[in-house]
């Protein structure tokens, strides 16, 4: 088998590679358990992250809620709790649906790993650097023997985690302790970026939370001539504003509503306005909404 990419946490925590390895060997073969196993992966961390810091479990505790806290308590950084976040979204899709692709399950590994990286960074005794270390998507390859092998050893290592949170609880980290987790973490979380497909997910996820129909893949005008409909509220991906494509426009039945620019993480939108602007006027003009009734004169022909 080939190396995986969660290899350095083998040592140091072991349940952690174990799941890792579970979600590369399955991706393939079945992307929906590559994501709930994903899921439960950054569900482990978030529940050491609880008892190394001695934070009391919400009223209220649900994965969702502990995460808040963790935000709350400064100890995730906004990018690393946007990761965490957009891992738990497609895990329960996954796992309550059954739903999940093999794009959306090598996006959220590649965003698994990188959270793995900052754990591993800010937590970890063996100080290792693997600042580093590159992501490498998993080879398409009969693994059932290490699947059938991984199964067997999660039981005995699932006890031993659990183990280790009681240990952790009776533990009061030290101020300088503390100060030295918080330094390495900022460092860490520093050096994570998130790409294209990542940002994409994470603004698809707020943008539905808002209560707008999106999918940047499927209601997408670029890929798919997605339309608006009336009496849907709509945020088609890659709208066509006339020269130029505006990442998502939002329509409230045909009536355009707003433009949405995405980003990447931590770029100064300030250089970006004039883009805006652009789109901004453009949407004045009413040259976008003149450009969809073309667009649907044309359709129904």
């Not at 961390?45 to 001695?54: A, G, K, P, Q, R």
């Not at 580093?132 to 092998?149: G, T």
Request: hydrophobic share 35%.
């Amino acid at each position: 088998m080939t190396s995986s990419n969660f290899t350095y946490l083998e040592t140091e925590f072991p349940i952690l590679y174990n799941i890792g390895c579970s979600a590369e060997y399955n991706l393939h073969s079945d992307p929906v358990t590559t994501l709930w196993k994903l899921r439960v992966f950054e569900e482990k961390i978030v529940d050491y992250l609880f008892e190394e810091h001695n934070l009391e479990k919400p009223r209220e505790n649900t994965l969702h809620n502990r995460i808040r806290i963790l935000e709350d308590e400064r100890i995730l950084q906004p990018n690393i709790a946007s990761l965490i976040h957009n891992i738990k979204h497609k895990g329960n899709i996954a796992t309550h649906e059954s739903k999940g692709t093999l794009e959306d399950a090598k996006t959220i590994l590649f965003s698994a790993f990188k959270v793995a990286k900052w754990f591993y960074q800010s937590y970890s005794t063996e100080n290792r650097n693997i600042v580093d270390l590159k992501f490498s998507i998993p080879p398409n390859q009969d693994a059932r023997h290490a699947l059938n092998e991984l199964e067997k050893n999660f039981t005995e290592l699932e006890q031993k985690f659990k183990a280790l949170l009681l240990e952790k609880e009776t533990t009061i980290l030290s101020q300088a302790k503390q100060q030295e987790i918080t330094e390495r973490s900022e460092s860490s979380a520093r050096n994570i970026d998130l790409d294209e497909a990542e940002t994409r997910e994470l603004i698809d996820a707020k943008l539905q939370q808002a209560g707008w129909e999106v999918n940047t893949k499927e209601l997408n005008y670029k890929l798919k001539k997605t339309l608006p409909k009336r009496g849907h509220n709509m945020a088609i991906a890659e709208w066509n504003v006339g020269d130029k494509w505006a990442d998502y426009a939002l329509f409230i039945g045909t009536e355009l509503y707003g433009i949405v620019e995405a980003k990447k993480w931590g770029q100064d939108i300030s250089t970006d306005l004039r883009q805006s602007k652009i789109y901004s006027s453009l949407a004045s003009e009413e040259k976008i909404v003149e450009n969809f009734w073309q667009k649907k004169l044309l359709s129904s022909r």
